[in-house]
């Protein structure tokens, strides 16, 4: 059965820096990736959707990847604020089919 | 625009008791799902539903109901609740599938004892 995986290690960064989460998918490549941030005792918030056929979207700091030769998918925040530190899931999804999650990883951005 | 409301916020049960959560959308989503979220597990799709009167099984069905009797509602029962039941539940919503956002709300955290 398709798999989709996140590095469960929390991702320390200093701000400022450039924090970069990885997603991998096992199988066939999805039709999609969503990418979601998820605060501590709240329900996940979207914050960008890639299709297969496109390389990369670009949404204000945040940056998404879909390589579908590595089967992975890269979520970049630039010029990164401690007000960035939550866990980000990463989803995949076909036509018709409902939504993946992957585990998420928890960014955590120091002063 | 409430969003995506759950109710209750909190809830503590016995092993074998019963109760249901309510999950209600003003967005007039017609896809409405419930999830499960355990450590290091992510979300698992307990149950969805594609509109008024219809529901599916997801990848975790076992052990809950769930009925759509009205667009805006979709609720998840427990008929007898076991301590693997212990999770947060989140309810979301969608205009529709292949790519649309799901819109999540604040969640329940259900301990059974």
């Known amino acids: 059965s398709q798999k989709i995986e996140q590095n469960s290690e929390a991702l320390n960064i200093q701000e400022g820096k450039t924090a970069t989460l990885t997603c991998n998918y096992t199988n066939y490549s999805p039709a999609y990736l969503q990418w979601y941030r998820q605060d501590p005792g709240r329900g996940p918030v979207f914050l960008l959707l890639i299709r297969e056929n496109e390389k990369e979207k670009r949404k204000e700091r945040l940056k998404v990847t879909f390589d579908t030769t590595l089967k992975q998918s890269l979520f970049h925040i630039t010029a990164s604020q401690p007000a960035d530190s939550a866990t980000y899931l990463c989803?995949?999804?076909?036509?018709?089919?409902?939504?993946?999650f992957g585990g998420g990883t928890r960014l955590m951005v120091k002063p | 625009n409430a969003g995506v409301t759950q109710t209750p916020k909190f809830r503590v049960l016995k092993t074998g008791q019963s109760m249901t959560l309510l999950c209600a959308q003003d967005m007039n989503h017609e896809y409405m799902y419930w999830y499960r979220q355990d450590p290091g597990m992510g979300l698992r799709l307990i149950h969805y539903?594609?509109?008024?009167?219809?529901?599916a099984k997801g990848e975790v069905p076992d052990g809950y109901n769930v009925s759509r009797l009205k667009k805006q509602n979709f609720l998840l029962g427990l008929e007898s609740a076991a301590p693997s039941q212990t999770s947060v539940y989140f309810c979301a919503s969608s205009y529709g599938t292949s790519g649309y956002e799901q819109y999540f709300g604040p969640g329940t955290r259900l301990t059974v004892t």
């Open positions: 989803a995949q999804g076909n036509a018709g089919n409902m939504l993946t």
């Open positions: 539903s594609v509109g008024e009167g219809t529901t």
